[in-house]
């Protein structure tokens, strides 16, 4: 089974009176999906929501090819409800989920939403991690009559302030290549006062963090390395830290004296201040900076 390589194919227009015709004609759902069959069909979604002024209905497109169409149906201050179906050899090829992203985007971006909430059939555990992916959280339970036959649904919603909320959490560590392993380690836990977490000496490398952060140090392959210049190679400009307070970047300031660390600058303003900082080039000749935030 091909997936869907690329987004870019994907055109997600308003809904015409035309296209009714067109998804009522999709051929059924597969045996695994043929529950959801009813939303397709001529009393299905479509019907449903089509009259109502609060509903945006969009299809999508691929090549002139209409292979899905999603809801929105605003049902409260700054809500909607989601919903999307699939043409049936459309599934389980990735489109879902470029599909469902670009429906969100419009809703939180162009519509103001502040929630998106939707239904979900608890025996369909392929849209549920679908919905996972893009944020939604389980929110309660309920059960509809659905064909006749007493159905178990799972709810959900995706608030703005999630959808909004960048998916990364932060550094875990920074990896960096030296020259000098034991002169490296020892300007992170001598001088600076971190810990050695573990060394890798098949590499060989060392492991040491401050406890908020881990830095992984790695004994560069082939001598004599090339110096980075930061105006000519793309790569490391520098990595800073911060410190607590003015007295800790002025005693590192001191340390790296006593140590023959080669200072770039000593602490200054940064920018108008208050904040200060000083560079300095760790024993492999990599940029750090120090930074105290001026509070």
């Known amino acids: 089974m091909k997936h869907c390589k690329s987004d870019d194919m994907i055109q997600l227009r308003a809904f015409a009176a035309q296209d009714e015709i067109t998804i009522e004609n999709w051929p059924p759902y597969p045996a695994e999906f043929a529950a959801l069959d009813h939303a397709l069909r001529q009393t299905g979604w479509i019907a449903q929501f089509r009259g109502q ?26 809500e909607a409800e989601f919903r999307i179906a699939l043409r049936a050899d459309k599934i389980g090829r990735g489109f879902g989920r470029i599909i ?19 239904i979900v059939r608890k025996n ?13 959280s389980p929110c309660g339970e309920c059960q509809l009559v659905v064909n006749h036959k007493l159905t178990d649904f799972l709810k959900m919603e995706l608030l703005r302030r999630d959808y909004f909320r960048p998916i990364t959490q932060g550094a875990h560590h920074i990896g960096l290549t030296v020259s000098k392993l034991e002169e490296s380690a020892n300007f992170f836990v001598s001088l600076l006062g971190w810990k050695e977490v573990r060394r890798n000496e098949e590499y060989p490398a060392v492991y040491v963090s401050d406890g908020t952060m881990m830095v992984t140090l790695w004994t560069i392959k082939e001598q004599p390395s090339n110096q ?40 200054e303003l940064l920018g108008q201040g208050p904040a200060k900082h000083l560079m300095c080039y760790e ?9 105290w935030p001026g509070r």
């Open 100 to 118: 469902s992203d670009r429906t969100l985007q419009i809703g939180f971006d162009e519509l103001g939403l502040q929630r998106i909430h939707l």
């Open 124 to 136: 369909n555990p392929r849209a549920i991690e679908l919905y996972r992916q893009r944020r939604f």
């Open 283 to 291: 024993p492999s000749g990599i940029r750090v900076e120090f930074i």
């Open 53 to 78: 002024p609060n509903a945006r209905i969009y299809v999508a497109e691929q090549s002139g090819e209409l292979i899905a169409f999603t809801i929105l149906c605003l049902n409260a201050q700054g």
């Open 228 to 267: 980075f210049n930061k105006n000519r190679n793309v790569g490391l400009h520098h990595v800073a830290f911060q410190v607590g307070n003015e007295n800790d970047l002025n005693d590192i300031h001191e340390r790296l004296i006593t140590n023959d660390i080669q200072i770039e600058f000593s602490p």
